[in-house]
C-alpha cells in the first residue's frame, strides 16, 4: 500500500511517499514559493535529487507537478500510475473542537475545516487547497485529514479554559488548543514502546523554531504548553511564548499599531528578538560562545522558560515514567538539554552529561545516575504519524 503526504502551506508544499508494507520512504520533495513567477522544486527519490525551477501558480499545479514527477523520477519510478496511491493523507493544523482524531476526508469534514479557518487563518485555508488539489488530481482516492490540535482534545477543562469571560468561550471558541500534536503523539508512541508500557506518564518537548511541550498521563494528554494559537507558551525561533498581555495595551499607547505588535510578537521576538542575531539556536550559541551578551541571554531565557514548564508538569504528572526530546532543538543541541534539565535532580532527573551526545537518526536513552526519570531522543516523524494514521483509516 502507497500512501501519499502532504502538507500544504500558503506557499510551499511538503510531500512524501511511503510504501506502508514496510513503511520506508519512496521519495520525498518540497515545492516553494508557490504563487510567484519561479517556484522551485527539490524532488528525492532512491538516492537521486532533482532541482528544478518553474512556475506553480497554485496548489492544484503544485500538486498535479509532486505527483508527475512520482511518476517519472527513478529507475524505477515509485509509482506507475496515479492509481498505485492507496491514499493521500494531508497535515491540517486547526481541528477546534470538531475532531479528536483523524478522518476520511468528506463534504462535512470540508465545511467543518472551514469554519476552523477563523482559529488558524494562515494555515487552514492552505491546507484545504491541498485537499482540494488532491482530490482533484487524484479523483477517487481516499483523502485523510491528520489534525495538530486532535491529541490535545483529551485535556480536561481546567487545563484548556482560560480564565476569561465565559461568553468568550462559547461565542468565539476562545479556549487552548494546543499544537505540534502529531509531533508529540508520534514520539508518545515511540516512548511507550521503548518503555514497554503501554499507557505511560510522559513529558514530550518539541523544540524547533516552533517549540511546545505536552503532559500526559497513561497515554492522553492532559495539558500542553500552547494555547488559542501558537504563540502562547515556550521561547520560539521567532515566537515570543508567554508574555504579560497588558505589554499589548502598553505598547499600543505608545504609538504602535495592531498588526506592528502582531508581526513582532510572531515575527521578531523569541530568540531573534532576545539575541538580535537570528532565530537558529545554532547561530546564537556560537554568538554567545563569542561573548556576545545578548545571545547568551537568549539561550538563558529559552532553557529558564522550558525548564519552568518541566517542572509544573512534572508536579502535575507526580509521577514520570519519561522525558522525551524532539525536534531540531530538541535532538541535536546537547547543550540545551543539559541546561533544561540542569538542577533538576530533586525532581527526578539527574543527567550523567558525559553520555548526553546524540549524533544519529535513532532513539536513544541519555545515561541517568540516581534517577526515577528517563530521559529520551526520540527523532520524530509526523508525516509517517499521518501515513500510519491514512493507511489505519482507509484498510
Known sequence: ??????????????????????????????????????????????????????????ADKGVARLVELLI????????????????????VVHGGEAFSESVVVDEEVLATIAECATLAPLHNPANLAGLHASMKILPGKPQVAVFDTAFFQTMPPAAYHYALPYEWYDKYRVRRYGFHGTSHRYVAMRAAELLDKPRPNLITLHLGNGCSMSC?????????????????????????????????????????????????????????????????LRDVHQAAEAGNERAALAIEVFAHRAR????????????CDAVV???????????????????????????????????????????????????????????LMIARDTARLIS
Not at 502551506?9 to 520533495?29: N, P
Not at 519552568?308 to 509521577?319: M, P, Q, R, V, W
Not at 543539559?338 to 546524540?358: Q, Y
Request: aromatic letters at 4%; proline letters at 5%; a negative charge.
Open 72 to 91: 517519472t523520477v527513478g529507475d524505477p519510478p515509485p509509482l506507475s500510475s496515479p492509481s498505485d496511491v492507496a491514499g493521500v493523507g494531508h497535515r
Open 1 to 58: 500500500m502507497k500512501i501519499l503526504v502532504i502538507n500544504a502551506g500558503s506557499s510551499s508544499i511538503k510531500y512524501k511517499l511511503y510504501d506502508m508494507a514496510d513503511r520506508t520512504e519512496r521519495a520525498v520533495g518540497l515545492i516553494e514559493r508557490i504563487g510567484e513567477a519561479q517556484s522551485t522544486i527539490v524532488h528525492q527519490c532512491a538516492g537521486r535529487e532533482t532541482r528544478l525551477a518553474e512556475p506553480i501558480p497554485d
Open 325 to 383: 526530546f524532539t525536534g531540531g532543538i530538541g535532538e541535536n543541541a546537547v547543550f540545551m538539554r543539559e541546561k533544561i534539565i540542569s538542577e533538576l535532580a530533586p525532581l527526578g532527573i539527574e543527567l550523567d552529561v558525559k553520555s548526553n551526545d546524540h549524533r544519529d537518526n535513532e532513539p536513544f536513552r541519555i545515561s541517568t545516575e540516581g534517577s526515577r526519570t528517563a530521559v529520551w531522543v526520540i527523532p520524530t516523524n509526523e508525516e
Open 308 to 319: 519552568k514548564y518541566l517542572g509544573a508538569f512534572l508536579a502535575e504528572l507526580g509521577t
Open 216 to 280: 500526559i498521563r497513561a497515554g492522553k494528554a492532559i495539558d500542553q504548553t500552547m494555547g488559542l494559537t501558537p504563540l502562547e507558551g515556550l521561547v520560539m525561533g521567532t515566537r515570543s511564548g508567554d508574555f504579560d498581555p497588558a505589554i499589548i495595551f502598553h505598547l499600543i499607547r505608545q504609538g504602535l499599531s495592531v498588526d506592528e505588535v502582531r508581526t513582532s510578537l510572531e515575527k521578531k521576538s523569541g530568540l531573534l528578538g532576545v539575541s538580535g542575531v537570528s532565530r537558529d
